[in-house]
Nanobody
Framework: QVQLVESGGGLVQPGGSLRLSCAAS????????MGWYRQAPGKQRELVAD???????NVADSVKGRFTISRDNAKNTVYLQMNSLKPEDTAVYYC???????????????WGQGTQVTVSS
């Protein structure tokens, strides 16, 4: 099995910054796409940003220019640097990964447990 463990959430004032980390461990051959999603109360879960193993990124328009996603393949870890945070960024942030758990071509999808980010004065 594969575990995704997130860290770095918390309470921050508007305009502040936070850095989220997500480390994958377990039966991992390789990880294709790693990304961050978020879910605010009463809303659907949405993609924030994701990144391929080769480093290409996909970032939601709502956070473009403020959030940066990066990854360390050697550590099976993905990061989300969040700057200029706004109250509307308040949500539970979830890590997601497409993982090859054996030497076949298919991948399995895994989620972290989520970390709360609250932006409030």
């Amino acid at each position: 099995q594969v575990q995704l463990v997130e860290s770095g959430g918390g309470l921050v004032q508007p305009g502040g910054s936070l850095r989220l980390s997500c480390a994958a461990s377990g039966s991992i051959v390789s990880i294709n796409v790693m990304g961050w999603y978020r879910q605010a109360p009463g809303k659907q879960r949405e993609l924030v940003a994701d990144t391929s193993r080769r480093g290409s990124t996909n970032v939601a328009d709502s956070v473009k220019g403020r959030f940066t996603i990066s990854r360390d393949n050697a550590k099976n870890t993905v990061y989300l640097q969040m700057n200029s945070l706004k109250p509307e960024d308040t949500a539970v942030y979830y890590c997601n990964a497409d993982v090859r758990i054996d030497w076949g071509p298919s991948t399995s999808n895994f989620w972290g447990q989520g970390t709360q980010v609250t932006v409030s004065s």
